[in-house]
T-cell receptor
Framework: DADVTQTPRNRITKTGKRIMLECSQT?????MYWYRQDPGLGLRLIYY???????NKGEISDGYSVSRQAQAKFSLSLESAIPNQTALYFC????????????FGAGTRLSVL | AQSVTQPDIHITVSEGASLELRCNYS??????LFWYVQSPGQGLQLLLK??????LVQGIKGFEAEFKRSQSSFNLRKPSVHWSDAAEYFC?????????????FGTGTQLKVEL
C-alpha cells in the first residue's frame, strides 16, 4: 500500500552495526506496528504503538527498539545487528475507527552479514 | 493465547480449478479473522475479514471465506483460480478485546498455479 512507506527497501549490513528502519504513513492512523517475516514462520510482531505516547513490546522484541517520532512515523532500530536478524521487516498501520484493519508497507529486506 | 494453523505449506492447482486454503484458529471466543495475500516482492494485501454476522464473507479478487465456529475454521475459497493468484496466503487472528487488535499470523500457504 503506497500510503505506508518503508525505507530502505533493501539493506545489507555487518554484524554489530546499528541499523534504523523507517516507516511513514499518510493514512492518518493512530496505530502502527513492526513485524518480521521469516520463511516458514509467518509474521511475528516486534513492537506496536497505539499512539505517540504508547509503545508496547510484541512477541519478539529482544534486540530491537522503536521510536514513535510523530503520529505518522515509527522507526525500528537494531542497536547491534546480528545475523539471525536477517529477515523481511514489515510496518503496518491501523485505525480503531476503521475496524482496526492493518495496512502493510512493501517491506524492508535486511541482511546481516 | 490465540494461535493460527495453516496446515498446507504448499498447494498447486491448475488454472481454472477451484481452490480451498485451510485455516484453523485457537481462541477463547469469536476472534476477528483475516486473510491476506502476499505477491512476490510485495507487502500484504487484505483479501477479506470477518468480525461478526454473516459467516460467509466476500472479499476482493473473487475470494470468499466461511467462518465455522464449531470447527474453529476460516477457510478461503475461490471457484476458479487465475494464474495471477499465485502468491503466499496468510490467515490471521485478531483479539477484539483489550483495546487493540494485535494480529497473530499463520505460517502461510504458498499457492502455485499451473497453466
Amino acid at each position: 500500500d503506497a500510503d505506508v512507506t518503508q525505507t530502505p527497501r533493501n539493506r545489507i549490513t555487518k554484524t554489530g552495526k546499528r541499523i534504523m528502519l523507517e516507516c511513514s504513513q499518510t493514512k492518518g492512523h493512530d496505530r502502527m506496528y513492526w513485524y518480521r517475516q521469516d520463511p516458514g514462520l509467518g509474521l511475528r510482531l516486534i513492537y506496536y504503538s497505539f499512539d505517540v505516547k504508547d509503545i508496547n513490546k510484541g512477541e519478539i522484541s529482544d534486540g530491537y527498539s522503536v521510536s514513535r517520532q510523530a503520529q505518522a512515523k515509527f522507526s525500528l532500530s537494531l542497536e547491534s545487528a546480528i545475523p539471525n536478524q536477517t529477515a523481511l521487516y514489515f510496518c503496518a498501520t491501523s485505525d480503531l475507527n476503521g475496524g482496526d484493519i492493518q495496512y502493510f508497507g512493501a517491506g524492508t529486506r535486511l541482511s546481516v552479514l | 493465547a490465540q494461535s493460527v494453523t495453516q496446515p498446507d505449506i504448499h498447494i498447486t492447482v491448475s488454472e481454472g480449478a477451484s481452490l480451498e486454503l485451510r485455516c484453523n484458529y485457537s481462541y477463547g471466543a469469536t476472534p476477528y479473522l483475516f486473510w491476506y495475500v502476499q505477491s512476490p516482492g510485495q507487502g500484504l494485501q487484505l483479501l477479506l475479514k470477518y468480525f461478526s454476522g454473516d459467516t460467509l464473507v466476500q472479499g476482493i479478487k473473487g475470494f470468499e471465506a466461511e467462518f465455522k465456529r464449531s470447527q474453529s475454521s476460516f477457510n478461503l475459497r475461490k471457484p476458479s483460480v487465475h494464474w495471477s493468484d499465485a502468491a503466499e496466503y496468510f490467515c490471521a487472528v485478531g483479539d477484539p478485546t483489550g483495546g487493540g487488535n494485535k494480529l497473530t499470523f499463520g505460517t502461510g500457504t504458498q499457492l502455485k498455479v499451473e497453466l
